[in-house]
Structure formats: structure tokens, C-alpha cells
């Protein structure tokens, strides 16, 4: 909104120039979303407290029944609205892409708030039903997928069947055509990363640190892949109207921190269904319209070793009665191994900036 209107008096006021800057406009994303989040923090919190907590899984370990006992949930909320503030303050509110991304982490933050709105009402850890909840996100997800493939398709100079093709790193001109599959293809990245954001976030501070690791990442990814120049330099596939997608990345980015205000150990409020899902969904999609949806399992590897837990001990134990792990997630099996929790989160957060770094090294590893 602000770009559009400074943008119109950049030829009268040279100072309102500085708004056709794609770097300033992330950073003033970036610094607007994180002060909402600070100013709605407190209030938030407190109207959430009145309105009382979701009782703590009793699967879970044993120490979280009385440790995080009476914190409240849902506070992924004010993770979104400074995300969507920074974003139409200081977006192009022109491009497709920008809006597909708030489409998704609207959509999918508001079945997360739903899911969370009843945990919180009936006293109960148990939300809406696993199978609704993925049914829901796989309607968005592939309206997502379609509206971007569409306007990929449309762009100009942009190879034949490149919309529906997934491009390979480490190679400059690898693509493996999917065709239709890749309407699929696209919404599993999607839900995968949004679930597996909500998987991961199980103790104070430790999904939302990777989760900014990796919206930065992706900032610098759709800053270079959305410039015809960049691109052609560093052997990227050139996707148009995607380095946009750097402002809702620093506004990500800026969200994230001012919500770890108030989720640092010992966490005054959790993100929830609400920011875990919207803030997967949002990368997810990102990474799908940049065409790096590889390296989202690179640089958001800690997301996938998270939910690969999970699959291997659910597999394990139907398979052959035995378990694993001692409990999954991974961070509760070294939970159950004694390692404090402020250690976990750490040594996590120190895995997601380098698995970060080795999926940012694809961009010039050609």
C-alpha cells in the first residue's frame, strides 16, 4: 500500500524513490512486522490468558504437564498479522505471487486457529480431525499450485514446460518434467512443509528460530532467481515476478523475531496450530514458485528430520512392535535422554544455519 503511494511521488520527491528498492522495502517489511508483533504481543496475551490454555498432551514427556502448564496457545496469531501488515504495507500489491503466498498463510493459519480456538473452548488436546485439517490445506495447496504454474506459464521467456518442472541443485540445466504430476508434486511440498513446522514445534523457541533461518534464506533465494541478471549470473532459472516474494520473507523474518519475544524460555504464549501451519505453508509455497523446492528440504532440513522421526517410529512400531526412538518427535527422544531443553533448542537452531547455508551454497555450486 505505502509502495504504491510512494511509488507515485518518486517523480515528483526524489527522497520517495528509495520505495523502488526491492532491498529497502524488505527491510521496512522486516522492521514493521517485528514492531506489531512487539505491540500486539502483550495485549494478546493477556486476552488469551482470560480465556484459559489447552490442557498439555499427556503423550508427551512428563515433565511438560506441569512445566508448561496454563501457557497460552494461538500465538501464531501475532506472528500473522504482523506478517500481512508488513506485507501490504510495503508489497506490490500488484503481483499475483505475493498474494498467493498471503493466500496460504491466511488459509492455512485460519484452520490452524480453528484447530487451536477449539483445544482452548472444550479443554481438550485434541482439535479439529487429522483428516480434515489435511483435506482443507490440500484445497489451498492446490489452488496455490495452479494459480502459480498459470502465471509462470504466461511469463514470458520462460522455457517451454518449465512451470511444471522441478529444478535440480548443483545442476544448471536440470529439470525433470512432471507434467500434471506436478500439481501434486507441488502440494506435498506445501502441506509436507506445513506439517512438518507444526511437528517440530514442541519446545519454547525451537520452530520459530529455523523458520526465520529459512524465510531469509528464501529471501536471498527469490531475490536472485526473480532477476533477470542475477539469475543469468549465477545459472539460476529465471522465474519473473518472483523476487517480490523477498518483502513477505522479510516480514516472515521480522514476525518471527518479535514473536520470540515472548515464546524465549520460558515461553508466555505458544505458537500453535496457528503460526505452524501458516508459517510451513508460506515456505512451502515460496519454495514452489521460486522452483527451489529441493532445497527447501535442504535449508529446511530440520523440519524434515522432525517429521521423518515420526513417520520411522510410527512405521517401526507397526511393523515390528518396537520403537526407535524413545519418543518422537526427535527433540522429545533427547528430551527422554536427559539433555535439557534450552540445549536442545540450541544445538537445533545451530543445525538449521547450516543446513541453511548448504542449501544457500547450491545457488553458486553449478
Known sequence: MLYLIFSQLADQFQIFNVVNYLTFRTGAAWITAFVVALLI???????????????????????????KAGTP????????IGILVGTLLWGDLTNQYLWVV?????????????????????????????????????VIALVAVFWMTSLLSEAPGVPEDFATSVAVPFFKDLLIPLGYGFFIFGLLVIVGASNAVNITD???????????????????????????????????????????????CGAILGAGLGFLWFNAPPAMVFMGDTGSLSLGGALGTIAV?????????????LFVLEAVSVMVQIASFKLTGKRIFKMAPSHHHFEKMGWAEPTIVIRFWIIAVVLALIGLSTLKLR
Open 41 to 67: 504481543g502483550p495485549g494478546f496475551i493477556r486476552w488469551l490468558r482470560s480465556k484459559g490454555s489447552q490442557p498439555i498432551r499427556t503423550d508427551g514427556p512428563e515433565s511438560h504437564i506441569v512445566a
Open 73 to 80: 496457545t494461538m500465538g501464531g496469531f501475532i506472528i500473522l
Open 102 to 138: 498471503i493466500f496460504v498463510t491466511a488459509g492455512f493459519g485460519a484452520i490452524g486457529f480453528i484447530d487451536d480456538w477449539r483445544k482452548v473452548t472444550k479443554k481438550t488436546s485434541e482439535g479439529l480431525r487429522g483428516s480434515g485439517k489435511l483435506a482443507l490445506q490440500g
Open 202 to 248: 514442541g519446545l519454547d523457541g525451537l520452530a520459530i528460530v529455523p523458520v526465520m533461518i529459512a524465510a531469509g534464506s528464501f529471501g536471498f533465494i527469490a531475490y536472485f532467481v526473480g532477476s533477470a541478471i542475477y539469475a543469468d549470473y549465477l545459472f539460476l532459472n529465471f522465474t519473473p515476478g518472483t523476487a517480490e516474494l523477498a518483502v513477505i
Open 289 to 301: 514458485a521460486v522452483k527451489h523446492e529441493i532445497v527447501l528440504a535442504i535449508i529446511g532440513g
